[in-house]
């Protein structure tokens, strides 16, 4: 009956599973790029400030050490200058000729004249000033009477130039500056007519002098850019490894030794750069800049804790956090309201798909919504206007090698189906000379020893003129045939001009590139096909792969030519033994068969005269001398 056999009603599951599977499934493919992309951002954004952070320090540091420079050029023109003035220079060019112990009057308008040279103005530029024996380092005069007579270690010790006017920066100098830092300008000053120096005018800054420009450079850091000094540390660095600090609220600076600042490890060998560190005493990672002048042996650091460098990103964090939770939040809403929009025309999209994977391009997809699924068709359709496209580009350069390859099939066709050598080759080069447009192509086959690579067979008149002279090249020789016949692999001189064993032939001027290939058998070369164009860069390593494969076929067919032709040579002289010994059939006289078999010769073989001999152990002599049998045909070749 109709009705017991109803088949069973098809099982519908329901949607709201299939949308909270989905849920489940995207929403950590979305979380997790979320995460990623957070990170990504966090660590992006930690880079920049870190790297705006370093370029505004070593900017900083670098204006710095403009105002130190300035700073110290303005005391070295104050000494130039000083030494003319009236009431010091008639003294000081006493003690320049005399360059040894001064008399008490000389000594005491040395020092009143040396104190106007301390601050010639408003400004205090020295602490000291000195005049300084440049042979063992004396003080001969000075504004402290009590440093004359002393000896200034910092000279002998070479740490103070005495040929030039410099600044320099000295640490812990036993008499200026015990534990501390102190900045001499020096002035070497020679006798007249004399180019050594005998003694130096020297300037000391230290202490007091040194705090007022720490806080002059205090001043300028606080007016330019986002970092001021009391958020950091700034110090000027002297090496080996001494920072000079201006504690706060004081303005005499402190020496530190033994530092292990990164900048006494990069200066003065990188004058400029910026650095990051962990404080050694409190463990905080603080982020640097510096800038290093040589020629006074001293630097400028800025240095500024790293959370305050990053102290914007703590607002990031808790936005990352709530993007990703919203962005959870969505995903699953639209998830769970689309899954039954989305599930009607999966079917059209698939059946599009397979359409797609069997090579069907011209199908499209509706996009009569303005949905996500009507995004997507339009996607589809996209995609299969950019995989028909990106295919017929493929078809085109596959249809291009095929090309080649073709090419290369029918030249190869063209010359098996040839059976003479010197047919097959001389069709080979003239076919591929022809087809493949290159301006001359060569043949060379190695000689019976294997030491010289001949040319066989080559184009043109070129061609012909190289085999009438027998030309050829020893296998390893510095040339492209010789490199190809001892290596058994393809070359290419891209241009011949450069090519270091490329070897000129003066009879092809035109050449400008060339490849060569062998030929072999088994691994058996037996020589090589050499093709030349007239144009630089005209082989690329595919076309030496057509070449080499149409090589390949050349050398089987140039295998079988030869081959034939000893077939052929062998067979011919069967059939002449044949010939001969089928003339000798029913003749029992020993005189007609040798007669018979010498004229057959004659014919056969085309000599002009054909003679044979027998002893006497045959038998009686017949026709001849005493004791020998003889027959013999003579004529002209036929």
């Given at each position: 009956?109709?009705?017991?056999?109803?088949?069973?009603?098809?099982?519908?599951?329901?949607?709201?599973?299939?949308?909270?599977?989905?849920?489940?499934?995207?929403?950590?493919?979305?979380?997790?790029?979320?995460?990623?992309?957070?990170?990504?951002?966090?660590?992006?954004?930690?880079?920049?400030?870190?790297?705006?952070?370093?370029?505004?320090?070593?900017?900083?540091?670098?204006?710095?050490?403009?105002?130190?420079?300035?700073?110290?050029?303005?005391?070295?023109?104050?000494?130039?200058?000083?030494?003319?003035?009236?009431?010091?220079?008639?003294?000081?060019?006493?003690?320049?000729?005399?360059?040894?112990?001064?008399?008490?009057?000389?000594?005491?308008?040395?020092?009143?004249?040396?104190?106007?040279?301390?601050?010639?103005?408003?400004?205090?530029?020295?602490?000291?000033?000195?005049?300084?024996?440049?042979?063992?380092?004396?003080?001969?005069?000075?504004?402290?009477?009590?440093?004359?007579?002393?000896?200034?270690?910092?000279?002998?010790?070479?740490?103070?130039?005495?040929?030039?006017?410099?600044?320099?920066?000295?640490?812990?100098?036993?008499?200026?500056?015990?534990?501390?830092?102190?900045?001499?300008?020096?002035?070497?000053?020679?006798?007249?007519?004399?180019?050594?120096?005998?003694?130096?005018?020297?300037?000391?800054?230290?202490?007091?002098?040194?705090?007022?420009?720490?806080?002059?450079?205090?001043?300028?850091?606080?007016?330019?850019?986002?970092?001021?000094?009391?958020?950091?540390?700034?110090?000027?660095?002297?090496?080996?490894?001494?920072r000079l600090l201006l504690p706060r609220y004081s303005v005499d600076p402190v020496a530190e030794a033994g530092s292990d600042r990164p900048i006494f490890s990069l200066a003065p060998a990188i004058v400029s750069g910026s650095y990051a560190m962990t404080e050694p005493d409190s463990?905080?990672?603080?982020?640097?800049?510096?800038?290093?002048?040589?020629?006074?042996?001293?630097?400028?650091?800025?240095?500024?804790?790293?959370?305050?460098?990053?102290?914007?990103?703590?607002?990031?964090?808790?936005?990352?956090?709530?993007?990703?939770?919203?962005?959870?939040?969505?995903?699953?809403?639209?998830?769970?309201?689309?899954?039954?929009?989305?599930?009607?025309?999966?079917?059209?999209?698939?059946?599009?798909?397979?359409?797609?994977?069997?090579?069907?391009?011209?199908?499209?997809?509706?996009?009569?919504?303005?949905?996500?699924?009507?995004?997507?068709?339009?996607?589809?359709?996209?995609?299969?206007?950019?995989?028909?496209?990106?295919?017929?580009?493929?078809?085109?350069?596959?249809?291009?090698?095929?090309?080649?390859?073709?090419?290369?099939a029918e030249v190869a066709r063209a010359v098996t189906s040839t059976p003479n050598l010197d047919d097959l080759l001389r069709r080979a080069v003239e076919l591929i000379r022809d087809r493949f447009g290159y301006y001359h192509v060569t043949i060379f086959l190695l000689d019976d020893?294997?030491?010289?690579?001949?040319?066989?067979?080559?184009?043109?008149?070129?061609?012909?003129?190289?085999?009438?002279?027998?030309?050829?090249?020893?296998?390893?020789?510095?040339?492209?045939?010789?490199?190809?016949?001892?290596?058994?692999?393809?070359?290419?001189?891209?241009?011949?001009?450069?090519?270091?064993?490329?070897?000129?032939?003066?009879?092809?001027?035109?050449?400008?590139?060339?490849?060569?290939?062998?030929?072999?058998?088994?691994?058996?070369?037996?020589?090589?096909?050499?093709?030349?164009?007239?144009?630089?860069?005209?082989?690329?390593?595919?076309?030496?792969?057509?070449?080499?494969?149409?090589?390949?076929?050349?050398?089987?067919?140039?295998?079988?030519?030869?081959?034939?032709?000893?077939?052929?040579?062998?067979?011919?002289?069967?059939?002449?033994?044949?010939?001969?010994?089928?003339?000798?059939?029913?003749?029992?006289?020993?005189?007609?068969?040798?007669?018979?078999?010498?004229?057959?010769?004659?014919?056969?073989?085309?000599?002009?005269?054909?003679t044979i001999m027998l002893g006497p152990e045959v038998g009686p002599a017949v026709g001849g001398g005493d004791g020998e049998l003889w027959a013999a045909a003579q004529g002209g070749r036929e």
């Amino acid at each position: 009956m109709a009705t017991a056999t109803a088949s069973a009603p098809r099982v519908v599951r329901p949607r709201g599973r299939l949308g909270t599977r989905l849920a489940l499934i995207l929403l950590p493919l979305v979380l997790v790029p979320l995460v990623l992309m957070g990170g990504a951002a966090y660590l992006r954004t930690r880079a920049i400030l870190e790297a705006q952070a370093r370029s505004e320090l070593t900017a900083i540091s670098k204006a710095q050490l403009e105002a130190v420079r300035e700073w110290a050029r303005r005391r070295e023109a104050q000494m130039q200058l000083g030494v003319q003035r009236p009431d010091l220079a008639p003294s000081l060019n006493q003690a320049v000729t005399a360059g040894a112990a001064l008399a008490p009057q000389t000594q005491l308008a040395l020092r009143q004249g040396l104190a106007g040279l301390i601050k010639p103005g408003d400004e205090t530029l020295f602490s000291e000033m000195a005049l300084v024996r440049a042979s063992d380092g004396e003080i001969l005069a000075s504004t402290s009477a009590d440093l004359e007579g002393k000896v200034l270690s910092a000279v002998p010790a070479g740490q103070v130039p005495t040929d030039r006017l410099a600044t320099t920066a000295v640490y812990n100098d036993s008499l200026l500056a015990p534990g501390n830092v102190a900045v001499l300008t020096s002035l070497p000053l020679a006798p007249s007519g004399s180019a050594v120096p005998s003694v130096l005018l020297l300037g000391v800054n230290r202490g007091l002098r040194l705090g007022g420009l720490m806080e002059s450079i205090q001043r300028l850091w606080q007016i330019q850019g986002e970092y001021r000094v009391e958020r950091g540390e700034q110090y000027l660095a002297v090496l080996p490894n001494v920072r000079l600090l201006l504690p706060r609220y004081s303005v005499d600076p402190v020496a530190e030794a033994g530092s292990d600042r990164p900048i006494f490890s990069l200066a003065p060998a990188i004058v400029s750069g910026s650095y990051a560190m962990t404080e050694p005493d409190s463990k905080q990672n603080v982020i640097g800049g510096y800038q290093w002048a040589d020629e006074i042996g001293l630097g400028v650091a800025l240095e500024v804790p790293a959370s305050d460098v990053f102290a914007q990103l703590g607002s990031l964090a808790p936005f990352t956090v709530g993007l990703i939770v919203f962005a959870a939040m969505v995903c699953l809403v639209i998830v769970l309201i689309a899954t039954d929009r989305l599930l009607r025309p999966l079917g059209q999209l698939t059946e599009f798909a397979d359409r797609i994977s069997r090579g069907e391009w011209g199908q499209h997809v509706p996009e009569g919504g303005d949905d996500e699924i009507g995004a997507l068709a339009a996607s589809f359709n996209r995609m299969a206007d950019d995989l028909s496209g990106l295919y017929g580009s493929l078809e085109a350069r596959v249809a291009e090698r095929t090309q080649q390859v073709r090419t290369a099939a029918e030249v190869a066709r063209a010359v098996t189906s040839t059976p003479n050598l010197d047919d097959l080759l001389r069709r080979a080069v003239e076919l591929i000379r022809d087809r493949f447009g290159y301006y001359h192509v060569t043949i060379f086959l190695l000689d019976d020893e294997g030491a010289r690579a001949v040319v066989r067979e080559s184009t043109g008149e070129v061609g012909q003129l190289l085999k009438a002279r027998g030309h050829s090249l020893p296998v390893g020789s510095p040339s492209i045939i010789g490199w190809v016949t001892a290596n058994n692999q393809g070359r290419i001189a891209t241009d011949v001009a450069r090519d270091p064993i490329h070897l000129k032939n003066e009879l092809l001027p035109e050449t400008r590139s060339e490849a060569a290939v062998p030929l072999q058998v088994s691994g058996r070369v037996f020589g090589a096909l050499d093709v030349q164009s007239k144009e630089s860069n005209a082989f690329s390593a595919e076309a030496l792969e057509v070449l080499q494969a149409l090589a390949d076929q050349l050398s089987t067919a140039i295998q079988n030519a030869q081959l034939a032709q000893d077939s052929a040579v062998a067979a011919e002289r069967a059939r002449l033994l044949s010939d001969v010994t089928s003339q000798f059939g029913g003749l029992m006289d020993v005189e007609r068969v040798l007669e018979t078999a010498a004229n057959t010769l004659h014919r056969v073989l085309g000599q002009p005269e054909i003679t044979i001999m027998l002893g006497p152990e045959v038998g009686p002599a017949v026709g001849g001398g005493d004791g020998e049998l003889w027959a013999a045909a003579q004529g002209g070749r036929e």
